[in-house]
């Protein structure tokens, strides 16, 4: 029995579990949920949202980051031996703080999809990813730690 990913049909928070998987080279299935579903439907769900992660063992697993790091812990890429996600406490330390820093950038942008006017939504994302907009500047800090918090990808 392979994974069920249960998310809608968009990309937000289910997207980097869609892309872990992948890259993981896990048998998955792709449940995409459909707005009109999800009032009937959120009941059923351990904390009442979605994504929704089901392991080959029948587990329903949630909170998208965690998953992220369940299936991080599991996924081996480029031939090392160690997983994405690492098991030394400092080193998983720097993954959840670039993981954290990247929603705070999509927070910075979520505003933006209540914006009906579509020229004042694009100008409004294109002032986030300027030159000086607050995720490009978000983006440039994490881009800088990575190079000084080297020991996050050491293997």
Known sequence: ??????YFDIPAVGEPI?????LGKFEYEDRRVEFKEWPEMKPTTKWGQLPVLRTPEGHDLSQSRAILRY???KTVVGG???PLYPGDPLKAFYVDELMDTVDDAR??????????DQGEKEAARAALFGEDGDITKLMKKASAQTGTCSCMYQR
Do not use: A
């Not at 927070?107 to 009906?116: A, G, H, Q, R, V």
């Open 18 to 22: 869609r892309l872990l998987l992948l």
């Open 1 to 6: 029995m392979p994974y069920t990913l249960t």
């Open 71 to 73: 299936l991080g812990g």
């Open 80 to 82: 090392s031996k160690d």
């Open 107 to 116: 927070s910075k942008l979520i505003p933006t999809f209540s914006i009906k």
